[in-house]
């Protein structure tokens, strides 16, 4: 029914006749039927190949750089390095690991408001050229300890700033001053990137304000000298393929009007949560269980199920796999495992608890679901976006086991 393919440090379950993602859930959840249900991640990197297509089909101009922070994965960086992505690394720890996945050099970026000297020495060492500056503290540490560096200047925008309560990157304003504080320097600039979020709203005007700004710092630099070649739109793309044609949408007639083919500059975007999201499932087990009724003060454990309002406690909460929720990310809710209850029977409102007993750990504030029983297991799908590390240093078991598939098809 199904092989296994060995990798460095983790094994591939290949999927044949007919196996789904969900019949590996299963057979998962059935080893531990009498064992300690413990929860578990399983990744389909299937998954990434066909965002991977999804992605040149809507916007083939613009080359995916994946931001290693969104999961570092080591399976994720080998199956996206050998789909020819380029690599955003904020530091040298994620840096050295797409080196060891044979990504060349000069198909990384190192990111970084602030990096470390150490940081910076390691980028000049394994040869790391493009690296993002924002201010002139650090075009000045850049200089000193990575002077053949092709740097792109962070643009602040409009829509960044309204998400964050810290400023980063430079205003159009400011850009000239940097500009020819590199020229004194000599340190090459060749582009501009900058950040749109995926909570923007009026999508079509921060990319008009953005791409304009960007024109403009262009312009800048190639007066000044500077081979100016790079454009990089940043990331703010859900994994939706709805979304990514929006974006498209409003970027496509943009970059025809201010950055056209002809004029060889090259675009290149931060597809992060567009590629692992969907990758990744996460199933957990009821741990415990309150039935409030919604006409009494108490919890009460009977009652008349109708004005009933139950509260699950899992074996995983925010100070685990779903730590996304304390940045205020929104958890969308799971899915109950088909051997719980039948689909004519009632829903109920309910909400989702981590096993911490704190009052932060609410992985999902309210939901309608069938009434569980301890024991029972929930899946939550588009748990891509963090790291081995947020699914095992941080859990409450001492280590959350991670199982790879992928379907003949894809392998």
């Known amino acids: ?21 969900d019949d590996v859930i299963d057979g998962h959840i059935c080893e531990q ?30 080359q ?34 797409v080196l060891e996945h044979g990504v060349p050099p000069e198909n990384i970026i190192l990111s970084g408001v602030c990096k470390q000297l ?9 040869n790391i050229q493009h690296l993002v500056c924002e201010s002139e503290a650090e075009l000045s540490k850049i200089s000193r300890l990575h002077p053949s ?19 980063f990157g430079f205003s159009l304003k400011s850009c000239r001053h940097l500009l020819e504080a590199a020229k004194e320097l000599g340190v090459q600039v060749v582009g501009v990137t900058f950040h749109i979020p995926s909570s923007c709203q009026d999508l079509q005007q921060a990319y008009n304000h953005a791409l304009s700004d960007a024109r403009c710092v262009f312009d800048m630099g190639v007066d000044l000298g500077f081979n100016m070649n790079i454009l990089d739109i940043g990331g703010g793309f859900t994994g939706s393929e709805g979304q ?13 009007a201010y950055f056209p083919p002809l004029s060889g500059v090259h675009v290149l975007a931060q597809p992060g949560s567009f590629y692992v999201a969907s990758a990744f499932s996460l199933a957990v087990n009821v741990i415990g269980k309150k039935v409030m009724n919604r006409h009494w003060d108490s919890l009460t ?34 899915s109950v495992h088909k051997h719980v209850r039948c689909a004519e029977e009632g829903v109920y409102p309910s909400s989702l608890w981590g096993p911490s007993l704190d009052q932060l750990d609410q992985v999902v504030e309210r939901c309608l679901l069938p ?36 379907s003949t098809c894809d392998w």
């Open 301 to 334: 454990q009977g009652g008349n199920n109708e004005d009933a309002e139950f509260l699950y406690y899992m074996n995983e909460g925010v100070y685990g796999p779903f730590s996304r929720k304390l940045l205020g990310n929104c958890i969308a809710a799971p």
């Open 149 to 167: 560096a092709k740097l792109l200047l962070q643009l602040t925008t409009e829509a960044h700033a309204a998400e964050t309560s810290m400023a």
């Open 1 to 21: 029914m199904k092989g296994l393919v060995d990798k460095p440090n983790y094994i591939i379950e290949l999927l044949e006749g007919g196996v789904t993602l």
């Open 371 to 406: 009434e569980l029983s301890v024991g029972d297991w929930l899946c939550f799908s588009n748990m891509g976006v963090c790291g081995p590390e947020e699914f095992s240093c941080l859990s409450t078991s001492p280590q959350l086991p991670v199982y790879y598939t992928v």
């Open 33 to 62: 039927a009498l064992g300690e249900k413990s929860a578990f991640v399983v990744g389909d990197l299937g998954a990434l190949m066909r965002q991977h297509v999804c992605w040149q089909s809507a916007v083939p101009r613009m």
């Open 118 to 126: 150490a940081h910076i020495k390691h980028a000049a060492k394994n």
């Open 244 to 256: 990514l044609k929006q974006v498209e949408s409003a970027v496509r007639p943009l970059l025809e």
């Open 64 to 97: 995916p750089y994946y931001p290693v922070k969104c999961n570092s994965s080591p399976a994720v960086i080998e199956v996206l390095a050998s789909l020819g992505l380029g690599f955003i690394c904020a530091n040298k720890t994620e840096a050295s690991l």
